[in-house]
């Protein structure tokens, strides 16, 4: 009888080895463990897998990357742009590079906005929006001359013309700021003059005048305050008149009309010198020598004060037709061309001026002009 045996491993070399298949009972291993069955070799030892070593982080994404950032710079540029245009009335290459920062500027907060928009509602990808960002920068490049010239330079003079356009415009607008320093510096204080009425017409909102005029609020408007600044704790010395001086605007309907209402073609002009040395010329519409009678007409439904600067000056002017009554104990009076206007204008007044109202020493009065 031949004896059986079971393989192992020095099956190849058992000479009493048996051509015989074994029973399955007999292997060293049950179905469960055959080779098919086997489970999947884990991925991070496998030949075809990578190692997870370190978890994945990922980017950190805000409102400054997702745009952010070339809204606030383009709104800044064209902002600047806009206020040295207005304020400064530019000529020449300052002109140029005015309309440049204005397009520039525009351009890239439009661009910001949009992709904005797009991020925050998960169109883009970091990587998308990296490369909106870029291209932005290089936009606000070209928003001067400097930046470009500085842009054309670098593009066509380095090795890397994308890396070379993005440093020339940054050069270039460095090396223009710094050339254009000391004419800005001499241009602040007219800057600031000229900035001066709208910095006012910011803050002397229609809100103010419906809380303090229109709506019949109590306290005293900030018109009040941008009246009598630089002399609020002045009184006056001295009023001087100095005579009259012709109406030079003929044409004008205000013009007629306070033609029509003073009955004269002239205006006086007075002198007041306060206390601290500071003195103002005044120019009335009519006026006696004496100063115990100034006429000032005003044509329309006063809607001018409903706009703050012209708020201020009327506000204004009437403190100082008070300044120079309360000195030669005379009285102001107000003719209005229509119902509403002197209606609006004594209400104003009540509120801004209401002891010289209950006085009589300030009055509105209503002139039907008939053209």
């Known amino acids: 009888m031949t004896p059986f045996t079971v393989p192992g491993n020095r099956l190849a070399n058992n000479p009493w080895m048996s051509d015989a298949a074994a029973p399955e009972q007999f292997l060293p291993w049950g179905s469960w463990d055959r080779p098919e069955n086997a489970p999947s070799p884990r991925w991070e030892r496998s030949d075809t897998g990578r190692i997870e070593a370190v978890p ?7 409102f400054w990357s997702r745009g952010g950032t070339g809204l606030a710079a383009g709104a800044v540029t064209a902002g600047l742009a806009v206020g040295v245009l207005m304020w400064w009335n530019p000529v020449g290459w300052v002109a140029l590079g005015t309309a440049l920062a204005i397009a520039g500027g525009v351009a890239a907060t439009t661009a910001s906005a949009v992709e904005l928009t797009a991020s925050y509602s ?17 936009t606000l490049g070209y928003s001067s001359v400097g930046g470009v010239l500085g842009s054309v330079l670098g593009t066509v003079f380095t090795d890397d013309p994308q890396e070379g356009f993005v440093q020339g ?9 710094a050339t254009s320093l000391p004419g800005a510096l001499r241009a602040l204080p007219g800057l600031r003059r000229a900035a001066m009425p709208w910095a006012k017409s910011l803050l002397l909102t229609p809100v103010w005048f419906s809380m303090s005029a229109g709506g019949g609020g109590g306290g005293r408007s900030l018109a009040r305050v941008f009246a009598v600044q630089g002399r609020s704790a002045s009184r006056v010395r001295r009023v001087e008149y100095l005579g009259t001086t012709p109406l030079l ?15 004269t073609r002239n205006e006086s002009v007075f002198r007041i010198t306060y206390a601290n040395g500071q003195q103002r010329i005044v120019y009335a519409d009519r006026a ?14 006063m809607g001018q004060m409903f706009n703050p600067t012209r708020e201020a000056h009327i506000i204004g002017q009437a403190n100082n037709y008070l300044d120079i009554t309360a000195v030669t104990g005379g009285r102001v009076g107000y003719l209005v061309s229509t119902e509403l206007g002197a209606s609006r204008l004594a209400q104003r007044f009540g509120l801004e001026f209401p002891a010289e109202m209950a006085s009589g020493q300030l009055w509105i009065d209503w002139v039907p002009w008939r053209r």
């Open 122 to 138: 998960g169109a883009t990808s970091p990587q998308q929006e990296a490369q909106m960002n870029r291209a932005i920068s290089a």
């Open 288 to 301: 006696q020598p004496t100063g115990r009678a100034i006429f000032e007409a005003k044509k329309g439904n």
């Open 249 to 263: 605007e003929r044409d004008a309907d205000w013009a007629r009309f306070q033609v029509f209402a003073t009955r």
């Open 169 to 177: 415009g940054l050069w270039g607008g460095l090396a223009e700021g």
């Open 56 to 62: 994945t982080v990922p980017v950190e994404r805000s």
